[in-house]
């Protein structure tokens, strides 16, 4: 009986020996979805939202690809089967691509690369395709945090957020914001917790 236990009793060792790294996956998770590195945060910085704008501002591209490659079908099929058609084939869909370049790949590589993350230190907007642009406001700095609705904005709830802050810079527009009010709420929160971070700590601001 006993030497039937020994080989069990030396997996579960070997089992509880191996470490385990959920904990230490869900920053880091996180940052790799929203495309940002890992040396962003700094030490005890958190994500608490990671956003790109409402995924409605690329429908239209979308359903004008959907139309363009349904032209492209449509065209190969119409054509016969010769050199002629084959020429025919080759410049409708050079036409085609060259309209869905601008007005479909580029729209969906603006959406995809504009990030929105709000931090429990600061907010960050990142932005661009090829020349990238990026902004941090730290919560400390932020004096008003508001959003607006139009009618259809709340209807597919999104809007648009106001960030003031203290200085020269100009207000910071954040367009298409899905769930904006709720993100504006959140803000709000963390820069009261971020101030009474700040006044426990004798008011030293962490580095970032």
Known sequence: MPMRQGPQVLKRAQANSRPDTRD?????TT???MGFPENVLAS???????LHPHWLTVLGPT???????????GTVWATPDDSKGNTIQW??????VLIA???????FLRWRTTHYVV?????????????KAGKDITLSKITDVSFH??????IIRSGTLTIESAGDSADELLRNIPRSDEVQQLINRLIEEDSQRRAAGGGVAPRL
Do not use: F, K, N, Y
């Open 31 to 33: 940052l790799a979805t």
């Open 101 to 107: 370049l601008p007005l479909v790949a580029v729209p």
């Open 149 to 154: 609705q139009s009618l259809v904005d709340r």
């Open 24 to 28: 230490r996956q869900p920053c880091l």
């Open 63 to 73: 359903l004008l690809g959907v139309v363009l490659a349904a032209l492209a079908l």
């Open 119 to 131: 931090t429990t230190h600061r907010v960050m907007v990142r932005r661009g395709i090829l020349s």
């Open 91 to 96: 410049v409708a869909i050079a036409v085609l």
């Open 44 to 50: 005890g910085e958190r994500v608490e939202r990671s």
